[in-house]
């Protein structure tokens, strides 16, 4: 900033010289030499303002953690250390938490006891439990500059700053792709065909080959399809909070229904091999680097193992999972913000607490950081760039729509636990002999009324 002060005012001692050119004299170049000298000294106060601001900020801040990453970081780095280059007047302690279960035990407690720390993370899911208990950051530059803030504002506040942002993929071998005359799909339709066309082809020669890996046997592999794509269905990353506000969530017509309907169809084709149930996600993930099965759907942290697991990624592609009906429609793309960075109301130093977010996300400590894991960047200001071999699906889809997505906040949750909802076993009962969807989705219905009622969820 003080480079830039100098630069307009060097650019205003120039005009003034331009403009004296006409007329040279003593007397104006001696009012020009007074009124830079002048410049020079308004230049000077407002950098002394500045230091002064910044020295004013004093106290101190509890800043509660769960992330071991986001620790050994802090440690390696000083983060504190380096937070009082700028605040020399600030203290700051960093409380580890042991995991996000004990965190958000404690959490729970500290709110009712008026003691929550003066810098907190929260999960898409845990913003709502919280929102009384969050400061509005919409002013900060950090929120601004934050590619996802404002897509998880709550009642026009943006109450927390994702740390990072999460990404699905669906991995493919070109190589194969290509043999089997198979391109990579951009609509539903094209993708069930596809995985048809790719069995079809090599499962003549291999009869344990699987179109698309899945192990369905871990239950939670199946998560790209039963959670996330009734929020890709729609566009709506609020999905599962809505679904609490109704009594008949899973009716026909609605984007959870559309969405299961899609995947029963896919489920019930032979592309997961002969067993689907009888494989877990280390074992298909392994198959898969091996060109055992041709498709795989997994988060960007699928990558390293599939890579691990393979003398040869050169033939390694991703595209997103094309949900859509038709190619006229928004191609749709999920993402999930992280570890939302928030002030408490709890905090005695909440300027300070601000000015610490403000700073965590700046260049003086962001860039390192977010290149220290794997996640990908939440700050436009600050990209990073992606693995190549994920980067292929943005070149497939330049134009995509990205659906920020929330897993669901306590009004569901209560439900989901009363009835015993699992969309990742639902999806596993999809393989079973017999299964029947519309009863099981009616039967959902009935449950999810009841429980409603009897929790007093409007």
Known sequence: MRKRVLALGL?????????????????????????????GQEETSAEAGKTKAAEDLEGSLVFAIWDNN?????????????????????????????DDS???????????????P????????????????LVDL???EASKNNELA????????VLGIPMTAGYEYVYYWKDMFKEAGVEVPTTWEDFEKAAQTLQDYYGKKDPDFMAIALGAKDEWPDYPYMEFMPALQGGNGQNWNDMAKTDAPFADGTDISKAYHKVYRLFSKNVFGKDPLGMGNDQVTSLFAQKKAAIIALGDWGLQNIQSGTD??????????????????????????DSFMGVTTHSKNPELAKAFVEWFYSEDWYPGYINYVTSASSMKNFPKEKDPI????????????????????????????????????????????????????????????????KLGIK
């Open 312 to 337: 040869d990624a050169s033939e390694l592609g991703t595209f997103y999972l094309p949900v859509r009906d038709s190619k006229d429609d928004p191609f749709r793309v999920i993402v999930q913000g």
């Open 390 to 453: 994920l980067a292929q699906s943005d070149e497939q889809q330049p134009d995509k729509e990205l659906v920020m997505y929330d897993g669901g906040g306590d009004d569901f949750q209560a439900i989901q636990n009363e009835i015993a909802f699992d969309y990742k076993k639902l999806g596993a009962q999809m393989f079973t002999k017999g299964f029947d969807l519309k009863a099981e989705l009616d039967g959902l219905n009935t449950k999810w009324a009841q429980a409603r009622t």
């Open 138 to 140: 919409s002013d900060l």
């Open 11 to 39: 650019c205003a001692a120039m005009a003034m010289g331009t403009m004296a050119g006409c007329s040279p004299s003593k007397g104006t170049a001696e009012t020009q030499k007074e009124e830079t000298t002048a410049k």
């Open 118 to 133: 003066d810098v907190m993370f929260n999960k898409p899911f845990t913003l709502s439990r919280f929102k009384d208990y």
């Open 70 to 98: 986001l620790m050994d970081y802090i440690d390696e780095n000083d983060m504190v250390g380096k937070f009082q280059e700028k605040y020399p007047n600030a203290e700051i302690e960093v409380e580890k938490i042991k």
């Open 102 to 116: 004990e965190y958000w035990n404690s959490m729970k407690m500290r709110t009712s006891a008026n003691q929550l």
């Open 150 to 157: 404002a897509g998880y504002a709550m009642d026009g506040k």
